[in-house]
């Protein structure tokens, strides 16, 4: 309409402009006409000149009208032109509009001619449009819901509908395309694709069927083997083992980067170019034969590669069109194998040399192995044995032989023992036989099926064991004989064992001290008779105490007027004896002004006496447990159980320590008795401190103590008693390491002057205080100052008395908080204490 009223504007403004144009033309006609007439003629144009006397006023009037009447005119007939125009142009709309809607109908139907979905998201609109068989995926409870269909869990499994979900985000997010092969929850197949067409986000789904679905399987299928492939191949390229393939002519189609470097080829392709072949011609035919009648060829061949003859598991398989082959190295197994077989026979033979039976039956219970201890003691055929009989014929032998215990019910015994090819833990049995001997059994079930049994003859053992038993029994005789009142308390603080005197001197009822009171029990009981704390508390402590087990002598005066002479001692087993002698008469004597240091002599001489007496009656019993602890941890004597061997372990420490003990007890003893003699010679100083540091390795690596030696080169050797000397040096270590914490180090020095050899053991420890200096070298002394040396005290005593037995001297020089050093002075002339050492 709007570009009807322009024309309409322009018409009117043309008509206007005419008009005036017109108007002022034929008046100027009209002005030139009378200017040219006669006078005769002027009459006739009279009314023209009336006509151009009109005023201009009136003269516009008219022009304005003459326009808006052409106006008019020239719009009514635009006006028509225009409907006309508009009905033409409405009746093409309409044509055009039903065209289209038709082209849209067509299209559609050809879009939706097989079942599928479509959802479209406009740009920057968040809500899909959906079209389509909705029924593909949903169950018709949720078709009016198609929003749903967004919820691809709904209807697909976890894993394609998070990877579908990952796929529509890239599309809408950065026009990424993506084809996808779905399979719903219920198995059907779906093919979705997305595309971003116009400004928009499209995803079409449709089910795959019939030969669409069987050209998507075989695309997927296609795929997989291209990718299974790919990864074959590289792992072939990457495979540190050669590998190669064969065509039908026998040539090589294909080979890896192992194979080159294994046939000296440049690479795989040289190697292919040139037929290059791993094995050697004998094993080649052999391998072209296998293939050619069996299919497969397995072997384990030697190859030499790089110069390096090296073992190989070599298979081959063949294949349409020729043959595929890989070499596997097999040097290690092969090795391992020899070792394996080595270790087995040097096992046998170290089986063959135990005292101890072994029989080795398998899962079949079938004899594997014995060795010659095995068929001595039960004395069976060898033969016999070699025939690998079963377990029940061996025992049916032994019956008949009468080698076997008597049994009322054999054949219940023999299912007994035949429980361990069913056991998880090892057995022990002791058979006592007909002839006398006692036979320790263990049964061992094999992990890989099968029993091992141990036979160890211990009739030896429990003579000795009964014969110890009436040791014990004479020993308690003993003691109950003793007029010294005597009580041993185990490590549990309970009484295990008391004579007479005991119960007498305390006035306490033997049937109460044989319900084994504890220490503090046993303590209120004398009460009555001794009642000071700070004594009992002593005695408790030396009783209950684990750690810094030491002699205790106490002085006890009861309330009756009598003296008490009281000793604990520890015991090797943990347990700690004490011993009560009544030293009334003597401490009254004591009292006299002028026989008290005879008293005081006469009770340390007692005392002394007392130790000496039982160090030797110690030592006997004590030397015998040692040796029975090492013989038991000979493997010769067979195999112990792990909690057998701790408790060994134990005794044998606590053994050794005790008999050190005794040792240097009975060492000072014989100084003191003037009848130690030094057995003098030649002492290489080296060797000697060597020896002496070899016996506390353990402790420095335990401790993590670093020794240092600082010995002049030309030092040479001096004259002396050597086993005495490695002793001294060995107590000096042996203290010095004692009282160094961890993390330091001790220094050992030796110096020859022009009279004497002078050794220094120097340690890092807390020192030894002034008011303890003086007592270092007195018997039973031992004070840790806050370190954790435990001892009985006895070291540093023979330290003094061996030195001075050589004619030298010792000194200690010590700072509390820095450490000591032990100067031992050797003379270098012994002759003038030659008559002492003889």
């Not at 016999?384 to 015994?413: G, M, Q, T, Y």
């Not at 792990?642 to 008999?659: D, F, H, M, R, V």
């Not at 806050?786 to 330290?799: D, I, P, Q």
């Amino acid at each position: 309409m709007s570009g009807v009223f322009v024309s309409m504007r322009r018409t009117l403004l043309s008509c206007s402009s005419l008009a005036r144009h017109g108007m002022r033309g034929l008046g100027s006609s009209l002005a030139g006409l009378l200017a040219a007439a006669t006078p005769s003629q002027a009459d006739e144009f009279s009314p023209l000149k009336g006509i151009l006397e009109l005023n201009h006023q009136e003269f516009a009037v008219l022009t304005t009208a003459l326009a808006l009447l052409g106006f008019t005119v020239v719009s009514a007939i635009l006006l028509m032109h225009t409907r006309v125009r508009a009905a033409k142009t409405e009746a093409q709309l309409r044509s055009d509009i039903q065209g289209l809607q038709i082209e849209t109908d067509n299209f559609r139907a050809l879009l939706f001619a097989e079942p599928q979905i479509l959802i479209s998201w406009e740009a920057g609109n968040n809500r899909p449009q959906i079209s389509g068989d909705i029924s593909l995926v949903m169950p018709p409870e949720s078709q009016h819901q198609p929003q749903r269909i967004l919820a691809f869990g709904t209807w697909l499994p976890p894993e394609p509908a998070l990877q579908m979900d990952h796929a529509i985000d890239a599309l809408r997010e950065a026009g990424e395309s993506f084809l996808l092969n779905l399979t719903s929850s219920n198995g059907r197949a779906f093919e979705a694709m997305g595309r971003a067409v116009g400004g928009q986000a499209i995803v079409r789904i449709r089910e795959l069927s019939g030969l669409r679905r069987e050209l998507a399987e075989t695309h997927i299928r296609h795929k997989a083997l291209l990718e299974e492939t790919q990864i074959l191949r590289g792992f072939a390229a990457a495979a540190p083992w050669p590998i190669w393939a064969k065509n039908a002519k026998g040539n090589l189609s294909y080979a890896n980067a192992a194979y080159a470097r294994a046939t000296d080829a440049g690479d795989a392709a040289d190697a292919i170019d040139r037929d290059l072949r791993l094995l050697d011609s004998a094993d080649r035919v052999e391998m072209d034969r296998a293939l050619t009648g069996a299919g497969t060829f397995t072997a384990r061949l030697p190859i030499v590669i790089g110069g390096e003859r090296r073992i190989y598991d070599v298979h081959a398989l063949a294949i349409d069109g020729g043959s595929a082959g890989i070499a596997i190295d097999a040097s290690e197994a092969e090795a391992l194998r020899a070792t394996l077989v080595r270790m087995a026979e040097a096992h046998r033979r170290t089986l063959d040399q135990l005292s101890s039976g072994v029989a080795v039956f398998d899962s079949q219970r079938r004899l594997a192995f014995y060795n010659d201890s095995y068929r001595r003691l039960w004395d069976l055929d060898r033969a016999f044995l070699d025939n690998n009989p079963d377990d029940s014929s061996v025992l049916d032998r032994l019956r008949a032989a009468h080698k076997l215990p008597e049994e009322a019910d054999f054949r219940a015994w023999k299912a007994k023992l035949h429980e361990a090819y069913r056991a998880i833990e090892p057995q022990n049995y002791t058979w006592y036989l007909p002839d006398g001997r006692a036979v320790s059994v263990v049964t061992t079930p094999n992990p890989e099926g099968g029993v091992t049994y141990l036979f160890d003859n211990v009739t030896a053992s429990l003579d000795l064991a009964r014969r110890f038993d009436g040791l014990i029994r004479v020993q308690r005789e003993t003691l109950d004989s003793l007029a010294e009142a005597v009580a041993v308390f185990g490590s549990n603080g309970r009484a295990e064992l008391f004579n007479p005197a005991f119960a007498k001197m305390w006035k306490l009822s033997p049937e109460a001290m044989q319900q084994r009171p504890h220490i503090e029990t046993v303590e209120a009981w004398c009460k009555p008779l001794f009642d000071d704390a700070a004594t009992w508390r002593t005695i408790r402590e030396a009783v209950t105490a684990i750690e810094n087990r030491v002699e205790v002598p106490l002085k006890l005066e009861r309330k009756d007027g009598s003296v008490l002479d009281c000793m604990t001692m520890p015991l090797p087993d943990g347990a700690t004896m004490l011993t009560f002698q009544d030293i009334t008469d003597t401490e009254n004597v004591e009292r006299a002004l002028r026989e008290r240091n005879e008293a005081l002599e006469t009770a340390d001489q007692m005392k002394i006496d007392f130790v000496h007496h039982v160090s030797y009656e110690l030592r006997s019993p004590l030397t015998t447990i040692i040796g029975f602890a090492h013989f038991l941890s000979d493997p010769v004597t067979g195999p112990l159980m792990p909690k057998q061997a701790e408790y060994l372990g134990y005794i044998t420490t606590s053994t050794n320590a005790l008999l050190a003990i005794i040792n240097n007890i009975l060492d000072l003893a014989t100084i003191d008795a003037g009848a130690m003699s030094l057995n003098l010679g030649p002492v290489d100083i080296r060797k000697t401190i060597e020896a002496a540091a070899e016996g506390i390795q353990d402790r420095l690596a335990t401790d993590r103590i670093e020794l240092k030696l600082d010995i002049d080169p030309n030092i040479g050797t001096f004259v002396g008693d050597e086993r005495r000397v490695v002793q001294v040096l060995y107590n000096l270590l042996a203290n010095a390491v004692g009282f160094s914490p961890p993390d330091t180090a001790i220094t050992v020095s030796a110096r020859r002057t022009e009279r004497s050899v002078v050794f220094r053991v120097t340690d890092s420890g807390p020192g030894i205080p002034p008011d303890v200096k003086d007592k270092v070298f007195d018997w039973f002394e031992s004070h840790s100052n806050g370190s954790r040396h435990r001892g009985a005290g006895l070291g540093l005593s023979l330290v003094r008395s061996f030195v001075e037995l050589h004619g030298g001297k010792v000194r200690v020089d010590s700072i509390v908080g820095k450490g000591t050093t032990v100067t031992c002075d050797f003379p270098l002339d012994q002759a003038a204490h030659r008559d002492a050492a003889e």
